[in-house]
């Protein structure tokens, strides 16, 4: 374990990595970590990682979490909710990640969409800038909503304007109206 202290989810983050990779799971960085690489940089007590999983390998990666000494809990979101079920995983240090297994409405396309960012020598696969805007208005929250506008904002010009109104309407017709009301500044 690579966490010392409590305020280290980053690090709690690359062990998790670490699992993640040695059981092929496709994953993507997302939320505050997310937003510090598009424009966004903000404390956050946790990381956000959303998981291409199938449903059969969830019992397998808790399993695996809760053998390397961490603190697995998954619970399972309702019939509405636009997350399946959500792993989250802490350290004895109070140190936390989520991983989010799947997202209703995100584009199957967007693990092919993957930035690969380093952090302490290792790299991490961040979710898309395009993905990540969409994500955050479907979101909707207002820091969810702030993160967006600092992301278009820092892409200026090389924005996939087209791509993101497209990947906000398939979360819905309210994250593509809050993406447009970002657009129109």
């Given amino acids: 374990m690579r966490a010392k202290r409590s305020g280290e989810s980053a690090l709690l983050l690359l062990d998790v990595v670490d699992i993640l990779v040695g059981q092929g799971v496709k994953y993507a ?22 998981l291409s999983v199938k449903p059969a390998q969830v019992q397998g990666l808790f399993n695996m979490l809760a053998a390397a000494g961490f603190k697995p809990h998954l619970a399972h979101g309702g019939v509405d909710d636009p997350i399946p079920a959500l792993l989250k995983v802490a ?21 092919s969409r993957l930035s690969n960012i380093s952090f302490r020598g ?12 969409a994500m955050k208005v479907f979101a909707g929250g207002p820091l969810d909503i702030a993160d967006a506008a600092r992301a278009v904002l820092a892409a200026g010009t090389s924005l996939d304007v087209d791509m993101v109104r497209r990947l ?4 819905s017709k309210d994250a593509l109206e809050a993406l447009e009301r970002i657009l129109r500044g």
Avoid: H
């Fill in 29 to 50: 960085v997302i939320g505050a970590l997310a937003a510090s690489v598009y424009g966004a940089v903000r404390a956050s007590m946790d990381a956000d990682v959303l």
């Fill in 91 to 111: 350290d004895k240090f109070g140190n936390r990640v989520d991983l989010l297994i799947g997202l209703k409405g995100l584009d199957p396309l967007a693990f």
């Fill in 122 to 133: 290792q790299e991490l696969q961040f979710i898309g800038r395009e993905d990540f805007i």
């Fill in 168 to 171: 906000a309407r398939g979360f």
